[in-house]
């Protein structure tokens, strides 16, 4: 059973471009979260999503940065017009959600992206 | 607003040293639960504490939860190279599915 995968590991745009990062779930997982983090720094919260659904963006800039989970394909966290305040370790994460029970969320490796 | 913060936020120890890693917060969480990220590495969760007042071991590392669910600790025993890491605490919202990160505590044992 092949954990959370993301792709690409590190990406690299300049000022202006588009970053698409994308996150392959585990299987039977409908639930998927995605966080940044500076380098030393603990996990921002900016999106919970389920199939078709946006649950909680409020950790999401709202310009700029859409995401998405469509109902077949991996997640998608879309950054328009990037800034080199960007620059970050985006993780996603993906969970089960078992009713009646604390969410266990299982993280895949991160994008780095760099903005030049 | 941070909820919940960590201290210290970098340590360094030798070899065979103890060692413990605060949790605190004003907010109260259903759960708490602490992760620990190696370089270039996602978080891999190391535990999930439910119960006020809960204590869970895990070999050499001992997980506490304050009694009103505010805060929580983390202590090595005898620390080792291989704990070297990123150590983070995430506090679960009511709903079970909203986590609160720390700011995380950057370890390094040193051989």
């Known amino acids: 059973n092949a954990g959370v995968m993301q792709n690409p590991r590190h990406l690299v745009r300049r000022r202006g471009q588009e970053a698409r990062l994308r996150c392959s779930p585990m299987?039977?997982?409908?639930?998927v979260y995605w966080y940044r983090q500076l380098p030393e720094e603990g996990l921002k919260f900016m999106v919970y999503?389920?199939?078709?659904?946006?649950?909680?963006e409020s950790g999401m800039p709202k310009e700029r940065f859409s995401a998405e989970f469509p109902k077949e394909g991996p997640s998608i966290l879309r950054i328009q017009q990037v800034v080199r305040g960007d620059s970050a370790a985006y993780f996603c994460?993906?969970?089960?959600?078992?009713?009646?029970?604390?969410?266990?969320?299982?993280f895949g490796p991160g994008t780095r992206l760099t903005v030049l | 607003t941070q909820l919940l913060e960590q201290s210290p936020q970098f340590l360094s120890i030798q070899e065979g040293e103890n060692l413990t890693v605060y949790c605190n917060s004003s907010?109260?969480?259903?759960?708490l639960q602490w992760y620990r990220q190696e370089p270039g590495e996602g978080p891999v969760l190391l535990v999930t504490?439910?119960?006020?007042?809960e204590v869970k071991k895990l070999k050499r590392l001992t997980f506490q939860f304050g009694d009103a669910r505010k805060d929580s600790s983390l202590h090595i025993t005898a620390a080792q190279p291989g704990d070297t890491g990123l150590y983070l605490c995430?506090?679960?919202?009511?709903?079970?599915?909203?986590?609160?990160f720390g700011t995380g505590t950057s370890l390094t044992v040193i051989p």
């Open positions: 994460a993906s969970s089960p959600l078992l009713a009646g029970s604390t969410d266990t969320q299982y």
């Open positions: 299987k039977g997982h409908s639930h």
């Open positions: 999503l389920q199939k078709e659904n946006i649950i909680d």
């Open positions: 907010s109260v969480f259903s759960s």
């Open positions: 504490v439910v119960t006020g007042g």
């Open positions: 995430a506090g679960v919202g009511q709903g079970g599915n909203q986590f609160y």
